[in-house]
C-alpha cells in the first residue's frame, strides 16, 4: 500500500487561516497590526520567488509587510543601516533576511545585528541558545513547520528514533534539538548523520522519522527507508530534467516503502512560510 502522503499545503492553509483570525481578532481588541519587513538583495530568482510567497501570505493574513530589494552591490554597511533602522521601526514586529546574501556582505555579521526581539527567522545566535537551553525564543521556521507536520498529523515523536540527514544551522541542528526537547513533537531518540557519516544507508534504516535535509536531488532512496517510516523531505532542488523543484528524496520509490511522506512541492515549503507567520505574530504580542 503506497504511503499516506503528508499533505503541508493543505496544513499550512489550514494553519494560516486561524493565524489570520488570531491577527483579525488581536486587531480587533486594539492590538497591533503584526508587519514584517523581508530585505532581499542582489537578484537570487530561487530568493525572489521565496520573499514573493512570503509577502503574499502576510498579506492574505492581514499583516502589514514591508519590502526591501537592494541592488548586488549594496556593501555590508549599507545593509546595517537598513537593519538597524528595521530595529528601531515600531511597526517591524519581524526582519527577515533572505539568505544567500551577496560574497561582499558577511551572513553572520547581518544575523547578528537583527535585533534579537524581531529575529522571526530564528538564526540569531541568541535564538539558537535559547533553544539549546530549553529557554522560550524564537526556533527557526522550517523545523518548527516539521514539527507541526508530524504533530498534526497524529505522528508520534515520543521514543521514536529521528534520524536527519544534514547538519545545517537552518534545519538539521535547531531540528534536533526541537525533537529531542520534552513535550510534544518532542521526546524522541534523535540521530543527525550527515555527508561524512560511514553507512548512512544503515542509519537511515534504523529510523522511525527519517528527515532528509541534505540538499541533493533524490539523494535518499528507498533501500534507505525502514518499511512503514515516516519520511520528510526538506529538500527543493532545481534539476534539469523536472521543471517543478524535487526533495532529497526519490519520491516515486519511497512512496511504496514509507508509511508517511511528504511530498515535494506542497509538503515542508508551505509550512516553512506558515512558521514564519506564526513567528512575526508572536512578535506582535510581545511588544504589545
Ligand atoms: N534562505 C533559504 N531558506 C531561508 C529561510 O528560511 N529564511 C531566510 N531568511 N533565508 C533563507
Known amino acids: 500500500m503506497p504511503a ?17 483570525a488570531a491577527v483579525a481578532a488581536q486587531i480587533q481588541r486594539g492590538g497591533p497590526k503584526p508587519g514584517l519587513a523581508a530585505v532581499r538583495v542582489g537578484d537570487n530568482p530561487a ?7 512570503k509577502i503574499a501570505a502576510c498579506a492574505k493574513a492581514g499583516f502589514a509587510s514591508f519590502q526591501h530589494h537592494l541592488p548586488a552591490s549594496t556593501s555590508q554597511a549599507e545593509l546595517l543601516d537598513l537593519i538597524a533602522k528595521l530595529n528601531d521601526d515600531q511597526a517591524v514586529h519581524g526582519i527577515l533576511v533572505q539568505l544567500p546574501l551577496p560574497k ?12 534579537f526581539t524581531k ?8 535564538s539558537l541558545g535559547r533553544l539549546a537551553a530549553g529557554e522560550p525564543g524564537f526556533v527557526p521556521c522550517t523545523p518548527l513547520g516539521v514539527q507541526q507536520l508530524l504533530i498534526r498529523n497524529g505522528i508520534e515523536t515520543t521514543g521514536a528514533h529521528a534520524v536527519i540527514i544534514g547538519r545545517s544551522t537552518i534545519v538539521g541542528k535547531p531540528l ?24 548512512l544507508s544503515a542509519i537511515a534504516r534504523s529510523a522511525d522519522i527519517l528527515i532528509a535535509a541534505i540538499g541533493q536531488a533524490r539523494f535518499v532512496t528507498a533501500g534507505m527507508i525502514k518499511p512503514g517510516a515516516t519520511v520528510i523531505d526538506v529538500g527543493i532542488n532545481r ?20 508509511g508517511a511522506i511528504t511530498p515535494v512541492p506542497g509538503g515542508v515549503g508551505p509550512m516553512t512560510i506558515t512558521m514564519l507567520l506564526h513567528n512575526t ?6 511588544r504589545a
Open 4 to 20: 499516506r502522503i503528508l499533505d503541508g499545503k493543505a496544513l499550512a492553509q489550514t494553519m494560516q487561516a486561524e493565524i489570520a
Open 47 to 53: 530568493s525572489e520567488v521565496y520573499v514573493r510567497n
Open 104 to 115: 561582499q556582505i558577511n551572513e553572520s555579521t547581518i544575523i547578528n545585528c537583527v535585533n
Open 119 to 126: 529575529d522571526v527567522d530564528g538564526f540569531h545566535p541568541l
Open 176 to 199: 534536533a534539538l526541537l525533537l529531542m526537547r520534552k513535550g510534544p513533537g518532542g521526546d524522541a531518540t534523535v540521530t543527525v548523520a550527515h555527508s561524512r557519516s560511514h553507512d
Open 239 to 258: 534539476v534539469p530534467d523536472s521543471v517543478p523543484p524535487v526533495g532529497d528524496v526519490d519520491f516515486a520509490a519511497a512512496v511504496n516503502v514509507a
Open 281 to 286: 505574530l508572536i512578535a506582535s504580542q510581545m
